[in-house]
């Protein structure tokens, strides 16, 4: 491969909105056989919404539980946590702050936790949860099936609400699946997110091959797993918890709209909020090949 063409196929890259750091990455990505992606911020759009509260009866009530939990999304760059601090900055009305959160701590793909007005707040996923009453269990039963993602409140250890939050496959995400494997390229979906919310986005995309409630370090040890099977791995994310992910893979592509931790540890980076960046910055790298041959 002359340098030539590796530098007029990362000028043409910069056109259709896919930024390549190095042209040495270019020959990396025409081997893959695997393209494994992210659910949420990569095959949804990660912008999500608050759409159902449910609380313990004994507790404390749906403003207050958002209140609190608000006040500790505040702190996150994660979609769920942005959702969930929008929402309780509009139930707090106009000009309503909501409480500081001090000794925040943001654990990437488990939740986050803070002190707000003297109380110990975390809002967890499915992973760190403790035992729930079954109102609560319930209530992430019904939103996990209906594809949505369900996040729990615990207040001084004690989990007191699940909220629900949805989330849209983007369009060109199935698109995007099918058109990979016509170039003989089998897609994966890495998520840390619950098997019934990963499902439902893998149905959606046209996805088989799923991997639900993987820790960011989990993520890194499948892609070595395909890897050592002898595949060939691109991997797609958006998250923080997607950085060791992208550093271990053959390939690692960013989305723009991610986090800057996600687009350092990756060699690509796609500009547009569009999965057939993908399959261009793989049709431009088997162009590429022919030209130079
Ligand atoms: P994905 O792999 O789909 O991008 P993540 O690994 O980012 O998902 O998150 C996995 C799970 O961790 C989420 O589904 C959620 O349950 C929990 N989680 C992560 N960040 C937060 C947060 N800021 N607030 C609440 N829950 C979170
Ligand atoms: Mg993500």
């Given at each position: 491969a002359t340098p030539t063409a590796f530098l007029a196929a990362t000028g043409r890259g910069a056109q259709l909105g896919i930024l390549i750091r190095e042209p040495e990455a270019l020959e990396r990505l025409r081997q893959v056989d695997t393209v494994v992606f992210d659910k949420t911020g990569t095959l949804t759009t990660g912008r999500m919404t608050l759409v159902e509260t449910t609380t313990v009866p004994?507790?404390?009530a749906a403003a207050d539980v958002l209140r609190l939990a608000g006040a500790v999304e505040?702190?996150?760059?994660?979609p769920i946590g942005r959702a969930v601090a929008a929402a309780a900055r509009r139930r707090a009305g106009e000009g309503v702050a909501l409480p500081m959160a001090e000794d925040f701590r943001a654990l990437p793909g488990v939740g986050v936790s803070g002190r707000v007005e003297g109380r110990e707040v975390r809002v967890i996923g499915p992973?760190?949860?403790s035992a729930l009453p079954d109102v609560l269990r319930q209530a992430l039963d019904r939103a996990e099936h209906a594809a949505h993602t369900a996040v729990v409140v615990e207040l001084d250890g004690r989990a007191v609400a699940v909220l629900a939050v949805g989330d849209t496959v983007r369009p060109s995400s199935y698109r995007a699946v099918r058109q990979l494997r016509a170039l003989g390229i089998e897609s994966v979906l890495l998520t840390g997110d619950g098997p019934a919310a990963a499902k439902a986005v893998a149905e959606q995309a046209g996805i088989t091959q799923v991997h639900a409630g993987v820790l960011p370090q989990g993520k890194a040890e499948i892609i070595t797993g395909l890897q050592a099977a002898g595949r060939r791995v691109a991997m797609v994310g958006d998250g923080v918890n997607d950085a060791a992910a992208l550093a271990v893979a053959d390939l690692g592509m960013a989305m723009g709209a991610g986090t800057d931790v996600a687009i350092g540890a990756a060699?690509?980076?796609?500009?547009?909020?569009?999965?057939a960046a993908v399959v261009e910055a793989v049709r431009l790298t088997r162009r590429t090949l022919r030209t130079i041959r």
């Amino acid at each position: 491969a002359t340098p030539t063409a590796f530098l007029a196929a990362t000028g043409r890259g910069a056109q259709l909105g896919i930024l390549i750091r190095e042209p040495e990455a270019l020959e990396r990505l025409r081997q893959v056989d695997t393209v494994v992606f992210d659910k949420t911020g990569t095959l949804t759009t990660g912008r999500m919404t608050l759409v159902e509260t449910t609380t313990v009866p004994e507790g404390p009530a749906a403003a207050d539980v958002l209140r609190l939990a608000g006040a500790v999304e505040h702190g996150s760059e994660h979609p769920i946590g942005r959702a969930v601090a929008a929402a309780a900055r509009r139930r707090a009305g106009e000009g309503v702050a909501l409480p500081m959160a001090e000794d925040f701590r943001a654990l990437p793909g488990v939740g986050v936790s803070g002190r707000v007005e003297g109380r110990e707040v975390r809002v967890i996923g499915p992973r760190g949860r403790s035992a729930l009453p079954d109102v609560l269990r319930q209530a992430l039963d019904r939103a996990e099936h209906a594809a949505h993602t369900a996040v729990v409140v615990e207040l001084d250890g004690r989990a007191v609400a699940v909220l629900a939050v949805g989330d849209t496959v983007r369009p060109s995400s199935y698109r995007a699946v099918r058109q990979l494997r016509a170039l003989g390229i089998e897609s994966v979906l890495l998520t840390g997110d619950g098997p019934a919310a990963a499902k439902a986005v893998a149905e959606q995309a046209g996805i088989t091959q799923v991997h639900a409630g993987v820790l960011p370090q989990g993520k890194a040890e499948i892609i070595t797993g395909l890897q050592a099977a002898g595949r060939r791995v691109a991997m797609v994310g958006d998250g923080v918890n997607d950085a060791a992910a992208l550093a271990v893979a053959d390939l690692g592509m960013a989305m723009g709209a991610g986090t800057d931790v996600a687009i350092g540890a990756a060699d690509i980076t796609l500009v547009r909020e569009d999965m057939a960046a993908v399959v261009e910055a793989v049709r431009l790298t088997r162009r590429t090949l022919r030209t130079i041959r």
